[in-house]
């Protein structure tokens, strides 16, 4: 079979035109910038879980812990007098990749339905502290009284969501081409080893362990800067963002985009969130069916997710 190729040089314009695109948004869409927020934050978030799932082989569906500790830091920080927004976001960082590198002593050394119960478990776990301390995280309420300072001193949060679209198209930008070079590097390179082959890996001298925790602390700490996101760009943390529906959202998108493909995450959020507004505008009393039935005609026509569908498409159109 002749094996085609794509010049690094085409995927490079790609990824650009990809980019361009998205900041485009703030001309074409300026009703939309809201939506435009959360689809980038809930996309980063789902590289997060790729880099986890998709690249280390970790089955995981407990993400929402990292997601929901990180809204719940910035947002802390926040009510609690400092409303600098790059502090909360490295709060966040720290405070999830320190969590995720203890549990990742639970989470590398079981089997796959070891770690299913120890994600779900710790999600599950958390949701409920959040919820028992309701005098300090709002509980079911939600976490209230957030006061986020101008972005460099200069850009205030305003009502349109203008500020926050920038800033946080530039965060996940400059996060999402971080994760990239993590995931180029040799550090990278021995992840998708493991992945193919845990044994061949452990035969040749590869610190296995070592590296998957490392990989879980790197996408817990992403997927924390994903809530801090959220939780500066709408001022407000629900307790549904540490909760297992979260996880299993954020593992739908991923999925309807591709595991394993670095740009999955993001075209399967950018999808699955345009479609849900869409949806939603469309049939508000059944937005919810049609959108099941787009997820199921999506996996079973998309093997590999819309990452994968293109990639054959591309394939297919090739001279």
Sequence with gaps: MKR??????????????????LASCFFLLPDKLTLMSQILIFGLFAVSLD??????????????????????????????GWGEP??????????????????????????????LMITIGVCV???ELANRLSGITGGTD???????????GLFEFDLFGKTAFLYAFGVVLVLFLGVRLILRS?????????????????????????????????????AGVAGALLAQTTQFVGIESIGFNRSAEVLIILVLGGTGRLYGGMIGALVYMGVHDAFADLNP???MFWLGIFLIAAVMVGRGGIMGALSRLAKRSAP
């Design 4 to 21: 085609i190729a794509i010049s690094p040089q085409r995927l490079r314009w790609v990824e650009v035109a990809f980019w361009l695109a």
């Design 51 to 80: 880099m986890a799932l998709g690249y280390a082989g970790i089955l995981t569906v407990g993400h929402a812990a990292f997601f929901g500790a990180g809204a719940y830091a910035a947002g802390l920080l926040a009510k609690h």
């Design 86 to 115: 790059f502090t909360g976001l490295l709060v966040a960082l720290v405070v999830c990749a320190a969590l995720g590198y203890l549990l990742s002593y639970l989470v590398v050394r079981g089997a796959d339905l070891t770690r």
């Design 125 to 127: 776990l958390l949701a």
């Design 142 to 152: 939600g976490l209230q009284g957030m006061v986020m300072w101008p972005v460099l």
């Design 186 to 222: 040799p550090f990278g390179l021995a992840l998708r080893g493991i992945h193919d082959s845990r044994k061949r890996m452990l035969a040749i001298g590869s610190p296995v362990e070592s590296r998957l925790r490392m990989a879980y602390a790197l996408s817990a700490a992403v």
């Design 285 to 287: 009393e059944y937005w």
